[in-house]
Every structure is written in C-alpha cells, then in structure tokens.
C-alpha cells in the first residue's frame, strides 16, 4: 500500500494520554488506519503525568483534537475534565475514548469491555447468551467486561480476586445488570465444574513474567473456553496449559484492537479496518 498521505493544514488529530506511554501500540495501529480509509488525520502518543493530566485535557480542546484515547493511569481521573460522559463508560466508572464535537464539547466512552466482548465472540465463535463466567481480577479492565458480558445476556459472573473485598464491592455494582458474587481466587475450585467460560483480567502470565498462572492448572477442564486478556506474550501460560487439556482459547490481542476500532467508528463515522490494524499491530509485536 503507497500513500501519498501528507500532514497539512486540514489534518485532523488524535492521540493517546497515558504514564508510562513509550510502548504503545496505539499510533501504529490507529495510523494504519487512517492511511487505510484515506482519512487525513494523525495520531500521536503523549506522555502525559498525573498532575498534568487537566492541562494536557485542556490542551487538546484549544487545539481543536478531535478525540484521543487515555490509558493507565488516567482512565478514571480523566472523567472530572470532561463535559459529558456516556452512560456505559459512568456505570463502568473509567473511560478510554474522548470524542470532540465541532464545539469542542469532549464526551468520554468507554470502548475496552465491548471491544473485548466482540473479539471473543468474533475469534471463539462463542454464543455468550445463558453462559457461566468466571473472572479473575477486580481491576479496571474486569469493570468493562463485567459490565459488557451483562448486556450479553451471559447467566452468572463470578468475580475472583487476590483481595476478596474488591472482587465483592465489583460484585455488588455489577448485581444490578446480572447475576454477580464476588469469592477469593482459591474459590474456583469449587465452581469450576458449574462454569463455561474463564477469564484472566489480571497481569499475571505478562511479560517478563511469563512462567506465572493466575489459577492452578490442573484445575482446567476441557469443556471451558479459556479467556486471558494478556497479549504480551500472545500465547500465555494460561493458554498453553488451556490448550493442552482441549480447552478453545482467546489471547489478549484482540481486545486491544477491537477497543481501538470502536473508537476510530466513534471518531471518524467510518468502519474501522480491523484486518489492517490487526496486521500492523502484529508486525509491530513481532
Ligand atoms: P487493570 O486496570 O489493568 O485491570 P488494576 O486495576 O491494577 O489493572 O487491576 C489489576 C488486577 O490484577 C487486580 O484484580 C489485582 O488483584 P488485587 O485487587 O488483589 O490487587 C490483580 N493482580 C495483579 N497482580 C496479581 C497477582 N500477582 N496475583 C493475583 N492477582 C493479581
């Protein structure tokens, strides 16, 4: 593909907020794009801390950007500079995409749990209608799936956790939506003969760590599909061991794209070229 693309006075911009930022595979994957759809627009990472965070916000409205992407450790902080923010992203609590109206007006979304949920239906096939989860983790990215599984109408999500309390507050939020317990994470042994799909929101098995689980292996059954939000290595310890024992698995990947391709469709109106972004992003790991 040759482009003839250049940055002139018309070209839109966007970009990525987050600490640390270096690694991100964000301007890679969203400019592709861009090229892709011939949409004259950038896509630039920041490296934005804390304490500038509101400036940075501030920043980016004078100039006009029109919408960008916040990352840890901004995803909730983030809400308080904003004019408006959509009801899926409130009852998540954290957003990941901003948008800019033509006024400047910056509504944020929330793109990670629905971007999550469209890659494991697209890559697993699975339906996830009347489905048993489990979920280990309480952190930000087990928020945006709990609540985007609840809109699929899945049965029951059990939410497990190193600090039980965490898993139990995620619990009680999410009741409203579906039926929802929070456990420790030695819990799983009793339920894992009552659950269809298994879901690591946590870090564990994340390079360099790479030899670590987030559940005991031999507690796997075949008849799980195996979930791990991890895609740095793309296939984790938890998947490898999954895999051995018959389980269908889901890597990380996926989630990263499709939340990135929610935002393009919010910003641009255009459908995102998933296979493009895909592609750049894998080259760009390998
Ligand atoms: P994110 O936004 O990526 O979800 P987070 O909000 O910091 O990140 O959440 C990280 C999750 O991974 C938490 O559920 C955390 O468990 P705690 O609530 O007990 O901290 C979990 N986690 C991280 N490292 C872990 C480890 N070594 N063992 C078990 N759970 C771990």
Redo the contacts with the bound molecule.
Sequence with gaps: MTSAWQMDSETKFYGVLGDPVRHSKSPIMMNRAFRACGINAAYGAFHVTPERLKDAVRGLRALGFRGFNVT?PH?VDVMDHLDAVDERARRIGAVNTVVADDNGVLTGYNTDGIGYVRSLKEETGIALEGKRVAL????????GIVFALAEEGVASVAVL???ES??RSLAAEAARFVSCEGMP?NALADIIDQIDLLIN????GMHPNVD?V?VPPELLRPHLVVSDIVYNPRNTRLLREAAAKGCPVHGGLGMFIYQGAYAFEYWTGTAAPVAVMREAVEASLR
Aim: no cysteine.
């Design positions: 840890i995803k280990i983790g309480a952190g930000g990215a087990a928020r956790n190193r600090t965490s898993a994470l929101t946590t870090s564990v670590d987030p």
